[in-house]
């Protein structure tokens, strides 16, 4: 009877594969068509539409939200700034994130360990909104830091960062620097220390480990951070609002403005969707790069 | 009957009689109203329950398109709603808005009467909105930047307060405020390129854009703003309420003025209860507390701002009738202009980056 059995399980292959599979994946697709597909697929309905269907006037099937963004320059301009801000956030969470990393998973040991990793994951359990605020108390001028580096340093500076392009930059990297953290962290923690210590005795220098071994072993990590960072950054409305100012507007804000400010849903929905598709191919011209490195 | 059972017997009475009576009375009245305006005061609310028996239930907007789709997807809903005078005809012509029957709210006898019967809230002889409060955008002011008032509105242009002035960031309100500075009617721009250059001039001068009283309370507290547009109540606010060194000017070239009014949907189910509400929330009293509490606009019934403190801004400042002769009100804005008027200011916020 058990050799019955087993054969039986065999004969059945790939199917029954999926029995088992399935009452664990259906909830989370359950969810993910009813958050994620559903409402996504009425914003790309909507962004076909000359009206609202909520608004209760006449509407029709058009392309002219699609062709706005090519009548007004300055939507394109937006977008090209708003790709550079991504960028350079996404350095700059690479610069300061991979040492920060490497430091947890090569250096550091135990309870050390624990504490700093805690003081890495500690903004995201604070609300995104009060980090943004608390960064427009530290910058502005005779703010906290003009203040303390005035009380530190024997000269008189004049710091005031507030409603600036540099201040967007600090409240988003500061914002995302725990996801290009972590990555990195998972993927440094794997290499063995042992592939270090023999490159170390094989005589190679400190800047050579680093070059050749460790930073080719860590890219997927880095890559993943990367495109973690950059993708909500180019679509990022809050902190450039709140923080930038004069110099606050961006591709995210004037989105925004077409659902919060001016209600034409199926404007703003043509500019997320010419948005998703500049990033997808961004990403997709990217690929071949990023598959070598994974 | 024995003495316990009379009591169990009263008491049963006296029960259903409340509860019949809550049943009559109590009726739900669905208010319509952007968030902290007034309407959603507790203190307001709990007093007005108490003397009607109504139970008020809020819902909030954050744009008067997102109103108007409220009360075209929902009708039935709503039985009170606030809406700026420059919108009301819209509401009345897509037929969301009936007839107030203003018999039933005595105190429109003491409002002013070209607020009441200010063409945007009538049409062939019946009320469709009942004056509540007006106001004014114009700029304000930090005091301590400032050894003397100025009286122009060509102080936002001034070198001297470079990086130091803020503009709120709404095209309509950016595009009447450049129309009053080169000295034309907010309702009939003629010349919208002599406002694009004008506006365009005043950019480089410009630290931020605000969206919210706060932001704007805050830029002043920390020393970052000498001078922004502003309206007259939040100004008001910021000064007796978080005693801010802000003070409110009415420049020699003119201020943009509004008025809200309060309105009935159709098909609302407490109409009785929604005559209650809106003649409460122009009655003095309720006025009276809310300015002297909270800082508020100024409300539309003259007796309403007659019982204010005789050092209130709203009675002396804005009843001033020199200060009359400088509004403009605002008038309904088609959705052409609108959209002209938002892509220019996108234009413009997106040069000066």
Known sequence: ???????????????????????????????????????????????????????????????????????????????????????????????????????????????????????????????????????????????????????????????????????????????????????????????????????????????????????????PGLVAGSVLIFVPVVGSFMEPRILGGRAGTFYGTVIEDQFVAVFNWPLGAALSFILLAVVLIILGAASPILKRAA | MNKPKRIATITASFLTAGLLAGAVQAADLHVLNWKGYGTDETWAVEAFEKASGHNVIHDYFNSEQEMLTKLRTNPGTYDVVMINAAFTGQALSEGLIQPVDVSKIPNVADVALEMAESPMLNA?????????????????????????????????????????????????EAVQFGAIATGQNINDIKDLGAVRAKLASLMPQVRAFWGSENEWNQMVASGQLDVGTYWSGSASRAKTNFKLPVAFVIPEEGVVGWLDGLSIPTGAKNVEGAAAFINYMIDPGFYVEWDTKVGAPVSANSKAVAALPETAFNRTVLGDPKVAARIQFQAPVSDADREKYLALWQELKVEVK
Request: hydrophobic content about 50%; aromatic content about 12%; charged content about 15%.
């Open chain 1, 1 to 219: 009877m058990p050799q019955t059995d087993v054969s039986q399980r065999a004969s059945t292959g790939p199917r029954s594969q999926w029995r088992p599979a399935l009452p664990l994946l259906l909830p989370a697709y359950l969810w993910l068509t009813v958050a994620i597909f559903l409402p996504l697929s009425a914003m790309a309905f909507f962004s076909f539409m000359t009206e609202l269907p909520l608004s209760g006037k006449p509407w029709a099937f058009t392309l002219a939200n699609y062709a706005a963004f090519f009548e007004k320059s300055f939507y394109a301009v937006l977008l090209r700034d708003s790709l550079r801000l991504a960028l350079e956030v996404t350095l700059w969470c690479a610069l300061l994130g991979f040492p920060c990393a490497y430091v947890l998973a090569k250096i550091l040991k135990g309870r050390s360990r624990e504490a700093i990793f805690l003081l890495v994951i500690l903004p995201f359990w604070s609300n995104g909104l009060v980090r943004v605020f608390s960064w427009a108390i530290a910058l502005r001028g005779n703010g906290l830091l003009d203040r303390t580096l005035n009380a530190i340093l024997p000269f008189q500076v004049n710091v005031d960062l507030m409603f600036s392009y540099p201040a967007i930059v600090i409240g988003l990297v500061h914002s995302y620097l725990p996801y290009m953290v972590l990555t990195c962290y998972l993927t440094l923690q794997a290499i063995d220390d042992s592939l270090i210590e023999a490159a170390r005795s094989l005589g190679a220098s400190r800047f050579t480990v680093l070059r050749r071994l460790i930073i080719p072993l860590s890219l």
């Open chain 2, 124 to 172: 062939d002889g019946k009320t469709y909105g009942v004056p509540w409060v007006w106001g004014l955008t114009a700029i304000a002011v930090n005091e301590n930047a400032f050894s003397q008032l100025p009286t122009s509105i060509q102080v936002m242009w001034d070198e001297k307060h470079k990086g130091k002035v803020v503009l709120r960031d709404d095209a309509l």
